[in-house]
């Protein structure tokens, strides 16, 4: 229930029809007695960096939730990122500090790395191969290097896209070895889709799914289904998974920590959203 | 249920601890299937005309409800504004045109006026004292004026209020005969209360009653309790009386038909709003 007390979170981003946040925040914060609100905010490119700096004048607001297209704009509007916003380039939570200044983080690997922890995975040392560098791979890399994994091969049809993000790892991660060039899955305990290969019907795989090994971890970004084509086919050879959606619910407690909420989990989360897929 | 699809009217002022509108608008627009929300943002003078501007540059803004401390700081920052807005020197709602100006207007008088009209009150040519000229007294002598009043007595113990705002009905209004300097109700047959008396307990009465017709209409702004000690004294002379949550429930069809959503009553708002007072 609104109020002269609530608090609201900014969602900016452009289109805003698909935004999933709303559905998931606003009931758990109902269902949690917390008095706050994420409200979409539809905005275009040019009115973004007035908005943002508007917006965090206004006394009640407690963080902004930024999408698409303004994850990367929005770095360089900050006062302070966090090394995974550095290493992925972009940012999608910003927050006012006591003193007034924006800080910036970006959580969307820290959820994909949740949930892997909570199925019990060892990442220290591990090996991981994570195909496509674009938003979503590049903050999974991130989170996998700031959780010690050991080596990471990363790989994207673009080849410069890959290389950026190597680069950036290799400079805030030097004790992680960075490689790039294939997506050959052979070795790896963990491979990761963050393509959007799996998006749409008749989509090819991300990999050579016959050189993936049994024993391996596979994680999955696209949510548009929850058991894609790929993650069938990871689980006919054997190998353990971990859905699209298990990385959106597992970031939220992490966004909620770093607005200053009680921490909760991603099955309570779970409980209360009112997605549809 | 806030989506992707949400529209959104910003209530901006400060503070907000005893902002209503959250509470009237909202469970409305649940119950009647609209799909949008008041958000009320906490806005200090400094950062409003930013905020303004900024705000309305966004794609799902549907309006801004101004509330204390901008309702007349608001007024120059607008491309339009109605004779009401004019007269009553303030505005409390905004909406962006098509062609992307942003217009203001002004019900808190119209709700009064729609009120006296549910209750059969003829208006037209009739004569009415306005105790108090400040926000509210201006707007619902405006709205008095807009809706044919015959005469048109107004008081305020600022002199100067009272003065600027008798100029201000004559350059709009000039067929209303506008008189000032007395607060003596006899021979009115409409007498209001537009000023702060009656909010504390051992206020004193803003008019003589003795001096009161009993066959006048007496209508109030205090919405603290109900049957103010002013309207008690009223109905104890027979007057017929308008409590002040009425105006506050008549303007708000006024203020959704600016917005652009389809009428409806004040009995259907009541039925739903979750104020308690």
Request: glycine share 10%; net charge neutral; hydrophobic share 45%.
């Amino acid at each position: 229930m609104i109020n002269g007390h609530t608090d609201f979170i900014a969602h900016l981003g452009w289109p805003t029809h698909s935004f999933k946040a709303p559905m998931i925040y606003n009931p758990y914060f109902a269902s949690a007695g917390i008095n706050a609100v994420v409200v979409p905010m539809g905005c275009k490119p040019d009115a973004f960096p007035d908005a943002l700096r508007s917006l965090f004048r206004l006394e009640n607001i407690r963080g902004a939730l930024i999408t698409m297209p303004h994850k990367v704009t929005v770095v360089d509007l900050l006062d302070e990122v966090s090394p995974t916003v550095k290493v992925a380039g972009s940012c999608n939570a910003v927050k006012r500090t006591a003193d007034g200044r924006l800080v910036g983080d970006m959580f969307d690997g820290e959820g994909f790395v949740r949930g892997l922890r909570g199925k019990g995975l060892q990442l220290r040392g591990a090996s991981a191969l994570v195909v496509g560098s674009g938003g979503v791979g590049s903050a999974i890399a991130a989170s996998l290097a700031a959780a010690g994994i050991g080596t990471l091969a990363l790989y994207d049809v673009q080849e410069a896209a890959a290389e950026g993000l190597a680069q950036r790892l290799r400079m805030h991660y030097p004790q992680v070895t960075v490689r790039t060039g294939t997506r050959d899955p052979a070795g790896f305990s963990l491979v990761v889709n963050a393509t959007p290969l799996g998006m749409n019907p008749g989509d090819p795989l991300p990999i050579d799914m016959d050189r993936l090994d049994p024993r391996a971890f596979v994680g999955e970004v696209v949510m548009k289904t929850e058991m894609t084509a790929f993650l069938q086919a990871a689980q006919a050879r054997g190998c353990r998974v971990q859905v699209g959606t298990d990385m959106l619910f597992e970031m939220i407690p992490a966004y909620l920590e770093f607005f200053g909420y009680p921490t909760t989990s991603a099955d309570e989360l779970r409980a209360v959203a009112r997605l549809e897929y």
